[in-house]
DNA sequence: TTGTATGCGTTATCAG
DNA sequence: CTGATAACGCATACAA
């Protein structure tokens, strides 16, 4: 479609009775070339609405100045946050971004991986899919030493650098809180333990349970996939439960809310029947009544720890193969969810 | 860094002694090429770790099969959903998506436009930044007839596509509702005039006033960014005001809930002393309490039908250039923030 | 069905 | 400071 012939350095070169190389090396500002020629050049360009060619430059000089990003989704608040961070530190280095979504599907994230091996991107940023179950799509990758950083949904890979929070601490601190407000009977909703994140949370549960001598109970842990509507559904679950929890922990605010909403609307009341704890700090958790206790997961800042350490590695600045993982700081802020409530009777 | 001789085609036709054309045709399951020999080729591809150069492709057929998006933000619900339906259609055609946020930016979106310009997208999909106020960084596609449609924050522009509501009549239909519940002192808290999706729903906010005979006042719109944080600080404006308004209608749910939350901190009751309309049908409107009423905000679809008709121009099939706007449809759904409420004595 | 040859627009090397 | 020229990897018109 887009028709228009396309200007090229022969044609600048052309007009102006020079030789291309001359024209190529204005056109990047080399200051090799007089101050005067230059500047001809670049004004014939801008006339002519001369644009580079980027194939043909990563044709020739075998890179593409591109990152790729693959993300579960796009729409939540902590990870549109994590790619401010990334487009931060990127765009300052003279990157580009080419971001997808697997929507939480191994196939898709797998036809993303492929798309973006053949787009030749210098470095891949990943969080992983629920249902990834292998890193065999990555393997490419890692055999073309192309860098691959895993952040928030991590897995361990040789040469892979992996950023996330401790979330096994996150978990326990969110379950000690809950367990100090008098809780003992504390539900735990999370998604599917392929993720390990998921499973260092509940390890944290479990541990603070343990802890405080409280006995665990696997009917106690709900496995959804962490929508506000699989919040509701896991209240349907909750009321159900005879004697009623009087705690839920959930390893994502947006389920939480979800779960919430859904208790209230049944007449439970939070904290005082059911408290509540969430992970991410997404502002619905100051939304939703009572605000949600959550787990200050900090987004922007691991975008561009991500970012910057990919970026460093290009550079030979630094090499991700020394460092394995890097853990960024989280804490616990408490808000009225978790509040004692009355005492109850159980 | 990426090191690893990359294999070629010349390497597998060396290697299977035959020519590149071959392995060039058979590479792309040209029926040409016999059967036998195409699996030949795939096989020691696979075997070689093969990867199709795209540059060198794309440099060679003057296409790249790639739609850029450009987005305000991509950390709303709107949008990512939006972004999702746009990758429903383009994957299924076999285009890739770029996408960029220009984070409300018309600094940043004239870059991600020249970005896009460079990476010699088919085809550019864009929501504008609220400070935009020149469509010239889009010259130098219209120039060469690379298609444009704008979504959501559109403005005319010859020969692009414009995909939206009916803005002014969401909006008379919100205000309309709120006066028919009694409320005569309404705030309207909106963002900047340069996007005219707003300059519509202001409009259709003064006409559902006009037609119910109620006068229009300049102090009661308010200017911001449509933030949840620009909600709280507009609750405080409200709150200043004497009397005080009696509902508040916000172009957009995230704004709408901030500022409800912050009235109601400050002892005011909703919907008895101020009922609330907002617009998007963000999820947190279900959240808020009470539910918040909104306009409901087809985002899926929209990002289809826009990835649908640039990709039905690229093909041929049907021209932008016929198509001016299409409007999809919307519709107030209406909830407890927006009950009639007490008799307020004024 | 397969092969030959050429050009796509750059960058970089080597001579001037 | 500038110019000539050779890749980069692929797709395709034309020949066989």
Chains 1, 2 share one sequence.
């Not at 006339?47 to 194939?55: A, D, I, Q, T, V």
């Amino acid at each position: 479609m887009s028709t228009g012939k396309e200007i090229t350095i022969y044609d600048l070169a052309r007009k102006l009775n020079i030789s291309i190389a001359t024209v190529s090396r204005a056109l990047k500002d080399d200051p090799v070339v007089s101050k005067k020629t230059r500047k001809k050049i670049a004004d014939l360009a801008e006339e002519m609405g001369y644009r580079s060619n980027n194939f043909a430059r990563n044709l020739r000089t075998q890179r593409t100045d591109t990152i790729g990003v693959i993300v579960p989704r796009l729409n939540s608040y902590f990870m549109s946050t994590v790619i401010a961070g990334i487009e931060n530190v990127a765009g300052s280095e003279g990157y580009n971004l080419i971001i997808s979504q697997s929507s939480e599907s191994a196939q898709k994230e797998m036809a993303s991986a492929k798309t973006m091996f053949n787009s030749r991107v210098d470095g891949l940023l990943v969080s992983l899919a629920y249902d990834t179950d292998t890193l065999r799509h990555f393997d490419a990758f890692i055999k073309k030493n192309i860098p691959l950083v895993f952040f928030d949904r991590v897995e361990e890979h040789a040469n892979c650098l992996n950023i996330l929070i401790n979330n096994k601490k996150a978990a326990y601190e969110a379950t000690t809180h809950l367990i100090s407000q008098g809780r003992r009977r504390i539900v735990y909703i999370t998604a599917t333990p392929k993720r390990n994140v998921y499973v260092h949370r509940l390890e944290g549960y479990k541990e603070a349970l343990a802890d405080q001598k409280i006995a665990f109970r696997e009917d106690y842990v709900l496995i959804s996939n962490l929508s506000q509507e699989a919040g509701a559904e896991a209240a349907a679950v909750i009321r159900q439960m005879d004697p009623l929890p009087d705690a839920v922990f959930v390893a994502n605010d947006n389920c939480a809310v979800g779960c919430m909403v859904a208790l209230k609307q049944s007449g439970i009341r939070i904290p005082d029947d059911i408290a509540f704890a969430g992970f991410n700090n997404d502002p619905v958790s100051t939304v939703v009544e009572p605000n949600l206790t959550t787990i200050n997961y900090p987004g922007y800042e691991m975008g561009q720890v991500a970012a910057r350490n990919l970026i460093n590695h290009l550079n030979g600045a630094s090499s991700i193969d020394t460092t394995n993982t890097i853990i960024l700081r989280s804490e616990l802020i408490i808000r009225e969810s978790s509040g004692p409530g009355r005492k109850n009777i159980s």
